[in-house]
């Protein structure tokens, strides 16, 4: 039987240490964004990819050079998910959107020419140097708008302390999350956008739930050290926090090891999130409530603390 | 919290039941579901691109060409104003949205004239009410002439809405299954063919204008097809369809249009047995032909589709029937399609393909296969874990979150929502993420007892104390997935709708289903059943 319940952890006493570990993260994160950069996807870098399937096991490396003197720039070869699925990537060609459109052909009639097996089809994705630019756009907003919506939801609900130390927070998984990126090279594209908007929703779902502990906790004891009461507001939350974590995390990896490879990417932000935003609920927006002077004063008659 | 009156009781099980009804076809074949009665629902997750196979194409009409085109027409009848009047123009400039030139003895009567003739000939763009279409501003001798910029806006408008007219004509011609064709934002379009995975024929269709026109060759100079020197006055150098480097000198003068046909069948000329395209012109196209051929016998007469001859057959006799052929060595497919171009009405302006995404069925079926096997073994660890955690309540939860599983599946049915691989993924999301509401409840309930609260106090206060905490969690999460909602196109908006109607569901079994099922057991509770041990 598991049983989390009851824990008396002292949570802010490791917060120095917590903070310098999530100090250093961001650093790397955004020292990898400046050095790396990240590894942008079709979607946002415009060009082509297909992905094919052959009968036979292909030499990735001839089949490069093969591609190569097409003088279509770079051309990238990989395989994907097994040995008889490759992925090829061609970068976007200079001269606006039609060009773009021959590069399929292209590479189709080469690859034809090339590999004496059967070729099937599986994706082809074409995107052109106008729409790469308006998705990249729209992504950035999207994560902005979000975060945004977040903190005036918060503030509404609560105070503007607990709306301030939710979004940093969440400013704090989203950096994260992007840093990971830029040190792992995957691919970054438009799912993964998709991912940090659902992390953003997670990570402030877990921040609520410690959060709506903390403003209850406030009512009930009065006088109690806000250290103490912040401890306290974790460790009452921790059983669930955890409970839904796992599971979060269990059907994640499910995803993960099964779901295929046109989703990895997807899910490998999502569980890198879950887990950063666990960790930052419980030792980034509690903590930093300690700093946010949250008023002590609360309507005792609210709905929610009728019953006492 | 936890009494349920039995009409409580009757219309939460009436929505799951009903919801459950509509994710039962999912299971069946299209077959099968024929045989089912009438009043059972049919309809069947609609699946999207990237799980059943097909391509989406994003394309974009090339407006610059549209207002180019304007200003060109507007160049043409200030010019004849001007030469009507006898004035004398110099530094004509034309560029691209306006006309600047100096002129002596400009004045009002000719500004007037000018503004009738560009409305007489704009009168399919205009809209109701319109005064005038030009600005004409005058300093000293200098004119300079703009179009408004509600004719310009009104002129892209209609191109639009004519392409799309006529995008949507080429392909019905094509017999594809179910294409979808929409208009998006104020000068694209976006079309969906559902089993199409190598758009090729179809992008080759779209590529073109299809402005098809007949000009007669200029027989007045000798010139080398494969050089050919400047083309005289009134006349311009083509190049031949069927090769680049050949060339003809055509006379500019339009004799007649593609807007005058009215109908062009593939066929096969009876002599040589040559793919062909035969034709039939309207009234007026059928006269203009007929003049034309009647005047120039032994001439040779240019058939030019988008600027490029397809061939120049000399006029044996005057053709007064108002239909003929065109044969240019194509193969029966080229035949067919060009024939399909010409049915279908020129462009107003090109297209341009913004992004291509096209999924061969195989992947399709693939990533369904895979999202299927992932769901369950992500259900079956969440399934295990709940129970070994909660005991009897998270069985409870469990019994709740397959409950909850096919009613996203029936909700998804229901709205005839599009199902994406990342929606898929969505789902497998809300697996996890489900069990949340219930596990707030349980850590409730398990406090309550801990501080004293017999076991029916503790879940009902469990219940009462977990809400609001639940509503704004779930709150957090939805509006993470409405703005990914408007944010996202396609796939990725396949993601945002399942976690929605997820969260939906889940907060309602919770609040419902679990509820009931824990009511209706509340006498025989005991603290064990959440995972408390027994003495706690």
Redesign the interface.
Known sequence: ???I??TQINFLKVRVITFILSAILIFLSIGAFFVNGLNFGIDFKGGTLI?I?TSQEIEISGLRDNLNTLELGDVQVQEFGSSKNLLIRVEQQLGG??V??DV??IVKDSLGSYLSTDI?????????P??SGELIQ??A??IF??VF??LV?IWF?FEWQFSLGAVLALVHDVILTIGVFCITQLEFN??I??AI??I???S???T??VY??VRENLRKYRSKEITDLLNLSIN??L??TI??S??????????F????E??KG??FA?IWGVIVGTYSSIFVAAPLLRYLDVKREWNTTS??DS?R | MLYFSNLKIFSVLAVIIITLLFAVPNFFGKDQLETFPNFFPKQQVNLGLDLQGGSHLLLEVDTEEIIKERVENLNADVRRVLKKNNLNYSNFKVSNESLKFIVEGFNSEIQKEISELSMSNSQNILAMGDQTNLIITQEENTVQINFTEEFIKQSVSNAVAQSLEIVRRRIDELGTREPSIQRQGSSRIIIQLPGIDDPDRIKSLLGQTAKLTFQLVDTSVNFDPFNPSKAPIGSEILASDADEEFKYIVKKRIMVGGENLIDAQPGFDPQTNEPIVSFRFDRIGATKFGRVTQQNVGKPFAIVLDNKVISAPVIREAILGGSGQISGGFDSEEANDLAILLRAGALPAPLIILEERSVGPDLGADSIEAGQFAAIIGFIAVIIFMIFVYRYFGLLADIALIINLFMVLGVLSLFQATLTLPGIAGIILTIGMAVDANVLIFERVKEEIRNGSNMINAVENGYKRALSTILDANITTLIAAIILFFMASGPVRGFSITLAIGIFTSVFTAFTFTRLLISLNAKRLKPNFVGLSKNA
């Open positions: 039987m598991l049983n319940s009851g992905e399937e959107d039609q773009q459109q399929v052909q099937n089809f599986r994706r082809t994705e074409v995107v052109g106008k729409v729209s992504g907003i999207a708008v979000a919506a977040m939801y609900r438009l799912p956008i998709a908007l659902t953003v929703g997670y402030m779902n877990d609520v739930v709506d502990r009452d939350t059983s669930r409970v839904t796992v599971t979060t995390l269990l059907a994640l990896l499910s995803l090891i099964f779901g295929g046109v989703i997807f899910t999502m709905a929610v019953t």
